[in-house]
Structures are given as structure tokens and as C-alpha cells.
């Protein structure tokens, strides 16, 4: 489903030229719940804003379906983005003045569908946030926006599902939540790649890939006996 081919990502700093990923390749087949680790610094970010179009490889390829991000235009990555991608980040990303169901429908307003009301009443339903419907998102605790969040990214019903720390700034509890429910997706089928740096959370993954210094120096499957 997703292939990287000898990807490298390099930035142009004051001190110079820095690498950020150095040769990555990697394949994701579709239904994989696929931790990404490494310490700060080491690229995860970088790689899954990559996979998620939200930036560009510096060479080497990324292919969705078959699709190579560097043949197509601006346009046809946002709608990839919008469609096929739902992306959790660590800050939430929330629009805060808007309530819980203009921050879920945001999504479908942007490609232009109008009835919405079922879709997003189920994605409420789904995510435990019907009572929160008409909050301002400001107004929610750590672990409701995070919900919200997954409530949005996956309001467009996309196959892969990219979250980059999304229990960074939760506590215990929360993180437990946010991390049973993508679970939850992946055992509905979708295609979860999570970045963390809590090994308990990385190892409810069906795999776990390691990066240092924007290389992968591991990439383990994990049994059933080890969990
Ligand atoms: P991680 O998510 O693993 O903590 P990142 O992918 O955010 O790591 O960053 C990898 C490396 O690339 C870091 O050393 C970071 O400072 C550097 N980096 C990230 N974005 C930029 C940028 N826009 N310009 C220069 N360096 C960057
Ligand atoms: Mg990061």
C-alpha cells in the first residue's frame, strides 16, 4: 500500500547542509499497525509529514496505491490529503473558536460536500463526544480534543491513518483511550502508522520501526507471545 524508495530529506541550515533522512525504504502493506521510534531528533516527524504530503522528499520516492507523491500537483496531494490521509498530531491542531462539530466537519466542507449531519453525528457517536457536540473545542480537556482530532482525521473514512505523538501531551488515562482507538481503527482495517517514544504504546503495534540519525536501523515485527 505505502512503498518508500531510498528516500532522503535534507534541509539547508546556517551551518549548512543537514540530513534529516538518509536512505530510507520502507513498505506498508495495507491493515498494519506500524509504531515508528527513534530518540527526538532522529526523523520521525520529517518521515510522516513526508508520507503524509505535508512536505517533500529532497530524492528517492513515496508511493500510496502505486501513486508517486513527486509526480503529482498541488492539488491532487491535497486531495489525497484530504481523502486518503487523517493525520493526528501531538498539539491537536484544533481550530479553537469552532465547536466540536465544525472542527469534525471541517474535512467535508473543504471538499465541498454539504450533507453532512449523518456522517459527522456517527463520527461523534464513535468517538464518545455526542454531549460535546456544540463546545468550543478551547473549552475541552487534553484527552476530548485529542478525540476531536481523530473524530476529523477520520470523518472522510481514510485508509491510513498517521499520528505523530498523539498521547505526548496526555495523561495515563487519556493515552490509554487515544490508544485503544487506534487500535480499534487498525482492527477495522485501517492502516495506522504512529510515531511515539513510549515503548508500552509502540509495542501495541504489530510492528515496530526503529530510525536514528534519519536511518532505520531496526524494523521488527512483533508476535503474539510478546504482547
Ligand atoms: P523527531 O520527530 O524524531 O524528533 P524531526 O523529524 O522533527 O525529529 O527532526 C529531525 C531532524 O531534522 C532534527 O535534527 C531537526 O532539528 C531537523 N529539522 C526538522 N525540520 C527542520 C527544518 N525545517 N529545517 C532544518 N532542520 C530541521
Ligand atoms: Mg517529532
Known amino acids: 500500500m505505502l512503498k518508500l524508495l531510498d528516500v532522503k530529506k535534507e534541509y539547508n541550515t ?14 506498508i502493506e495495507e491493515g498494519e499497525f506500524v509504531a515508528i521510534v527513534g530518540k527526538s531528533g532522529s526523523g ?13 522528499v529532497t530524492s528517492g520516492s513515496i508511493l ?20 486518503s490521509i487523517g493525520f493526528v498530531f501531538q498539539r491537536f491542531n484544533l481550530e479553537p473558536e469552532y465547536t466540536v462539530y465544525q472542527n469534525i466537519e471541517l474535512p467535508l466542507v473543504i471538499n465541498g460536500s454539504t450533507q453532512n449531519e449523518q456522517r459527522v453525528q456517527a463520527v461523534l457517536g464513535q ?4 454531549s460535546k457536540a456544540k463546545l468550543k473545542t478551547k473549552l475541552l480537556s487534553g484527552g476530548e480534543q485529542q478525540r476531536v482530532a481523530i473524530a476529523r482525521a477520520i470523518i472522510n473514512d481514510p485508509k491510513l491513518i498517521l499520528a505523530d505523538e498523539p498521547c505526548g ?24 502508522i504512529l510515531v511515539t517514544h513510549d515503548q508500552e504504546d509502540a509495542r501495541k503495534a504489530q510492528r515496530i520501526v526503529t ?13 503474539a507471545a510478546d504482547i
Do not use: W, Y
Open 14 to 27: 546556517p551551518s549548512g547542509c543537514f540530513s534529516a533522512l538518509d536512505s530510507v525504504s520502507l513498505c
Open 44 to 56: 520521525k516527524s520529517t518521515l510522516l509529514n513526508m508520507i503524509g504530503t505535508l512536505d517533500s
Open 64 to 83: 500510496l496505491d502505486g501513486q508517486d507523491f513527486s509526480t503529482m500537483n498541488g492539488r491532487q496531494l491535497a486531495e489525497i490529503r484530504n481523502q
Open 127 to 130: 468517538l464518545d463526544l455526542t
Open 169 to 192: 501531551n496526555l495523561d495515563t488515562t487519556n493515552s490509554n483511550i487515544v490508544m485503544s482507538i487506534l487500535q480499534t481503527l487498525n482492527q477495522q482495517g485501517k492502516t495506522v
Open 211 to 223: 530510525l536514528s540519525n534519519g536511518r532505520i536501523i531496526s524494523d521488527e515485527k512483533i508476535s
